[in-house]
């Protein structure tokens, strides 16, 4: 079975510039989460969506972030502008809801973020 | 406020022995917990949860122990493999609540021959 995949697996740009990273979650999933891991902060979470709708979005760091999942299959996470301290490695995972209470989340493998 | 706390960054353990990993909670509105597994360039796996109507869930060489009272989880390694080498990130939830979870800072376990 095809896991979370994300693309690109690295990206690096000059500050200014607009990224787009994408995610693909699991078919049959209906939740699906942005991280991104810092040394700093550990792995925080930025934003998540229940069938296709933003629940919680308190973790987007500013108005430069922003999340889309125009379909149950593919969700995308925009910098714009970026700025050197958003680089990081950016996690996506989803879950399915349905069924049982407690389900895990299943991590895609990140991609890397330098913003120069 | 670091809600989900592993305090010891790293730990090394001989091939054979028992890796025992911490984690300690604040919120107790948390009732499932998990563990994830994370090897460089990889994404998190998931290894092994325990709800908080359990105090222990066991699959195979991997035990989780939950004490309520004290808000404490660990993971038992048993026997530690130099396969287990990785990060281990303890995670925390309210599901009932949200479908957030909650990280620690993980903990890098070396097992060496």
């Known amino acids: 079975d095809a896991g979370v995949i994300q693309s690109p697996r690295h990206e690096v740009t000059e500050m200014g510039q607009e990224v787009t990273l994408r995610c693909k979650p699991i078919?049959?999933?209906?939740?699906l989460f942005w991280y991104r891991q810092t040394m700093m902060r550990g792995l925080e979470l930025l934003i998540y969506?229940?069938?296709?709708?933003?629940?919680?979005d308190s973790g987007m760091p500013e108005d430069r972030f922003s999340a889309k999942m125009p379909n149950a299959s593919f969700s995308t996470l925009k910098i714009q502008p970026s700025e050197p301290r958003d680089s990081a490695v950016y996690f996506c995972?989803?879950?399915?809801?349905?069924?049982?209470?407690?389900?895990?989340?299943?991590f895609g493998d990140g991609t890397r973020l330098s913003i120069l | 406020d670091q809600q989900v706390k592993q305090n010891s960054p790293s730990l090394s353990v001989q091939e054979g022995r028992i890796s025992i990993l911490n984690c300690d909670y604040t919120?107790?509105?948390?009732?499932?917990f998990l563990w994830y597994k994370k090897y460089p360039a990889e994404g998190p796996t998931f290894l092994i949860s325990?709800?908080?109507?359990?105090d222990k869930n066991e699959d195979g060489r991997f035990t989780v122990f939950l004490n309520k009272s004290a808000k404490h989880l660990s993971l038992h390694i048993v026997p530690s493999q130099p396969g287990d080498s990785a990060v281990y990130f303890c995670?925390?939830?309210?599901?009932?609540?949200?479908?957030?979870?909650?990280f620690g800072t993980g903990t890098r376990l070396q097992v060496f021959p």
């Open positions: 969506f229940n069938n296709n709708v933003p629940i919680d």
């Open positions: 325990i709800s908080s109507i359990k």
């Open positions: 078919s049959g999933h209906d939740s």
């Open positions: 995972a989803s879950r399915p809801t349905g069924g049982t209470l407690n389900q895990p989340q299943h």
């Open positions: 919120n107790s509105m948390f009732d499932y």
């Open positions: 995670a925390a939830s309210a599901p009932r609540v949200t479908d957030k979870l909650i």
